[in-house]
């Protein structure tokens, strides 16, 4: 069985070491209810923001802007202090809607090969494919309600987001869907170009870097290799992580299909880490002890810090 473990090994930062302290910090911030504190941020090195970062705002927005508001914060960051290098939150497990470089993709037939699907075979699923305040709004494309801005009901009056009257995704229902990485260069390329490399990204002068989040899991890879990382599959189970449990099922996916897509998107992360160094921005995965940190950066430890 062909191994997951293809991305690249622990790789240093392509802008010049500092002896500078101040400079050598790190921390990743989220204010929820609003911006960050853009002087806060600055007295790092590097600070990270979350995808969550002002999600009271952006999930109320029509449509909803996640990443325009990340954007945002770098540039108020970055303004305080132009030597703190600002990381942004990118996901390239799940196709989040509240992106609009993602959300102008999944709304677009064109690329519905991008994305997994609901098993058509199916007669029920375990999360709903229909938006919960308009039933008339479904989709074919896989995606749970995990983390989902909804709009408070009295069985849920305090989702993780609160939409007002309706959520506003785009066409399709607010949710966390899914890349298909067996679609190969055309979302490949599309990752690296736009939605890394685009204006909201590293093309940004305020942007240097991403907090990449999840990843791939596939048992009969880690039956042949336990020693690949993020296995034992357990966060939940195999497939993506951190999203609903009974996904596979959901989805018709074979282990095998698990295990393909799992090497097609290990085949990715190898290509965006590159392309990401090329282009002199860095990301939190290339950190040594690092590997699929997913939302649960490890302390940096002595032993793990090494001299250039």
Known sequence: VQSAHSWLPPTNPPWPHTYNLALS???????????????RGAEFGIVSYDWSNAKTQWAADKPMDSEERMLRQAEMTSAQNPNTRVFVYRNLVKALPWFGSVREKLDDPAYSGWFLRFDPSRSSYHVPTCAAENHTKCSVFYHDQEQTPQVPTAANPEPPGKCNGF?????QPCGEYLFDHRNGSMLRNWLINEHLKGATGLGSNSISGFFMDDYWCSNL????????PGCPCKDPVQGPTEIDRYSQQDMGLSDSDIRDITIAWNETMTAVESAILEARGYTWWLMDGQLNANAFPEFLRRETCHST
Do not use: E
């Not at 959520?167 to 066409?171: E, F």
């Not at 890879?221 to 690949?228: K, L």
């Open 25 to 39: 910090t790190i921390t990743m911030q989220c204010n929820g209810s609003g911006w960050s504190s853009p002087r």
């Open 167 to 171: 959520c506003d995704c785009g066409t």
């Open 221 to 228: 890879i880690c039956q042949s290799d336990a020693s690949v």
